[in-house]
């Protein structure tokens, strides 16, 4: 088992060997382990012991006393130059950068040291009257670079909905040939109507580096959990409480007292999939830009992932 010296004499000796050169020692690079005695900075057989040009190194020290006994290795054609790294105090950014440069015998790259993330598919679920619609529009607006989906359906059009942007709107024969041709990434008929999630659309703008939202009823979120497995994130969007998602529900206003008594009941069933999602967003009452935050941080914490989530549609 090497020690940490051992380690570090080998790291000098193989950046000195390596370029054949004399090695400027900086006085910020010092022997992190302490010892000083052992950094071979110049090895026995290395070109400049036998030129006789030796360099007294006390690293610890911080001083750097260079002897030439015998003639100059820069009179030497053959022998490389020999490259002194200025320290910053005294030299500015460009001349220090040349010379590490020069030093290692290579330049710096300037290409991202990291890949773009891939595309990210965020499938977006949650019982019915959790605040889904609320969390997207808000998200929507802080996040004008994400891609909504917009759902194809075969439910007419209501007075002020747009084709493309609330829906895409065609007949129950146009929706049905698209699930013969599988154009649909999932399709559910809910009360008589047929709504999906068209391929070509996610494949459109992930192709051109958009991260996908998916908002989709719990049953639809374990269908897309059956076909993109890990390929995509899942986040389970609840209320605090029982009684908040119940009085939400009851104040917007939206259902007849049946529809509203089904969206209760099935609430109560629905929460008990909140193990098949990947995060959890309690949405507050009163809180709503709390959630979206949450919403943004999970996004970016996705895209910093070192092992990507790879979607393919
Ligand atoms: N954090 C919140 N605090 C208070 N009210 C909220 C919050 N989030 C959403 N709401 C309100 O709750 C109601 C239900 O929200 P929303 O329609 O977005 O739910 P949903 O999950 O999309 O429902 P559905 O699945 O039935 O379409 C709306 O009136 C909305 O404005």
Redesign the pocket.
């Known amino acids: 088992m090497p020690t940490h010296s051992m380690l570090f004499r080998r790291l000098c000796f193989s950046i000195s060997k390596s370029y054949h050169k004399p090695f400027f020692l900086s006085p910020i690079f010092t022997n992190p382990f302490g010892d000083s005695r052992s950094c071979p900075i110049h090895p026995s057989n290395s070109k400049t012991q036998r030129l006789g040009f030796q360099r007294k190194v006390s690293v610890n020290s911080h001083s750097f006393v260079s002897e030439n006994t015998t003639n100059s290795i820069m009179d030497d054609p053959k022998t490389p130059t020999v490259v002194p790294i200025p320290h910053p105090d005294y030299a500015g950014r460009a001349e220090v950068f040349r010379a590490l440069e020069a030093s290692l015998g290579s330049a710096f790259s300037s290409q991202p040291i990291v890949p773009a993330p891939n595309p990210l598919i965020i499938v977006i679920s949650?019982?019915?009257?959790?605040?889904?619609?609320?969390?997207?529009?808000r998200l929507r607006e802080v996040r004008e670079e994400l891609h909504f989906v917009v759902t194809a359906t075969s439910r007419a059009k209501r007075p002020g909905e747009v084709d493309g942007k609330d829906y895409f709107f065609m007949s129950k024969e146009e929706f049905l040939s698209m699930i013969e041709k599988n154009e649909l990434l999932e399709y559910a008929l809910v009360y008589g109507d047929y709504k999906g999630i068209p391929k070509q659309q996610i494949r459109e703008y992930m192709a051109k580096g958009c991260d996908i939202v998916l908002?989709v009823?719990i049953q639809g979120a374990a269908t897309l959990r059956r076909i993109l497995r890990n390929s995509a994130v899942f986040v389970f969007?609840v209320?605090e409480s029982e009684e908040?998602l119940v009085k939400?529900?009851i104040?917007?206003?939206?259902?007849t007292t049946e529809a509203l008594l089904m969206?209760v009941a099935s609430a109560k069933e629905e929460l008990k999939h909140l193990k098949e999602f990947d995060y959890v967003v309690v949405?507050?009452?009163?809180?709503?830009e709390?959630?979206v935050k949450l919403l943004e941080s999970i996004i970016d914490a996705e895209k910093a992932k070192v092992q990507q989530r790879i979607a393919v549609i």
């Open positions: 949650g019982p019915s009257g959790v605040g889904k619609d609320a969390v997207i529009k908002r009823d969007l209320a908040a939400r529900l104040d917007r206003k939206t259902e969206r949405n507050k009452e009163g809180d709503l709390g959630s």
